[in-house]
């Protein structure tokens, strides 16, 4: 029976409830403008529409759980919720991930993991971003995004490397960086611990003997520019930090 009738064996049954999750979607959404061309208050919030977004990827096989997550994206930014937006970074990802189940191709796996890599970069950037701006909410928001996603994303990519510790020392600089700049006490100690935690995960490379003198020199070199620009902001911002 399943290879005479698949289309009703599983094909049928799965566009239906892909169907289904597409209404409760786009109803979602046509809720969600009914009440901002009303100028009515947000009865949802941050928590409720990631979690609504998480809930369609948990249950849908890719398509629906995309739409969803970014339809949270843009109504995030209309309230201006930065962990509605957050969480919809990893509700997108997670839908990206339900693909994979259709596949076997290295290609797309490849693929997949480099998108994780890239979301990862973006998010680091839009952390500058806001931090140059003065948005400290987008700034924890886009900062915890990629704490979670780089370390994931390099991994993926080039797996237990050398790698590893620049992208840790990169997050203690954007993070030390962004706690000087924005006098925020705890990002500067969460850009200590990720320096801290470079440091570990440097030993243990070293212990394992997958390093090699080009990337000994480039962690030498991201550990000195981190410590020279904490170094000099913190310098410039002496008074302000002692404040803090």
């Not at 399943?2 to 959404?29: I, R, T």
């Not at 924890?140 to 237990?160: D, S």
């Not at 954007?174 to 850009?191: E, K």
């Not at 000994?216 to 070199?221: A, E, T």
């Amino acid at each position: 029976l399943d290879s005479e009738y698949p289309m009703m064996d599983w094909m049928a049954p799965w566009l239906f409830h892909e169907g289904v999750l597409l209404v409760l979607v786009f109803v979602w959404e046509w809720i969600e403008g009914f009440r901002r061309k009303r100028m009515m208050a947000d009865h949802r919030g941050a928590a409720g529409r990631g979690f609504f977004a998480l809930s369609i990827v948990f249950i849908s096989a890719g398509p629906a759980g995309i739409i969803a997550a970014l339809l949270c994206l843009r109504r995030s930014f209309d309230w201006k919720q930065p962990a509605g937006a957050a969480i919809s970074i990893h509700a997108s990802l997670g839908a990206l991930l339900a693909f994979m189940a259709w596949t076997e191709s290295d290609f797309i796996t490849t693929c997949f993991e480099w998108t994780i890599l890239g979301v990862a970069i973006v998010m680091v950037l839009a952390h500058l971003y806001t931090v140059l701006l003065d948005l400290p909410k987008w700034t924890t928001a886009w900062l915890w995004n990629a704490h979670l996603l780089l370390p994931i994303g390099i991994m993926a990519v080039v797996g237990w490397s050398p790698w590893l510790v620049v992208g840790c020392l990169g997050l203690s600089l954007v993070t030390w960086v962004g706690g000087i700049l924005q006098l925020r006490r705890g990002m500067r100690i969460t850009g200590a611990f990720d320096l801290v935690l470079a440091i570990a995960v440097w030993l243990l490379i070293v212990q394992d003997g997958v390093l090699d003198s080009q990337m000994l020199l480039l962690m030498l070199l991201a550990l000195g520019v981190e410590l020279g620009i904490v170094a000099w902001l913190g310098t410039r911002h002496q008074l302000q930090l002692s404040q803090d």
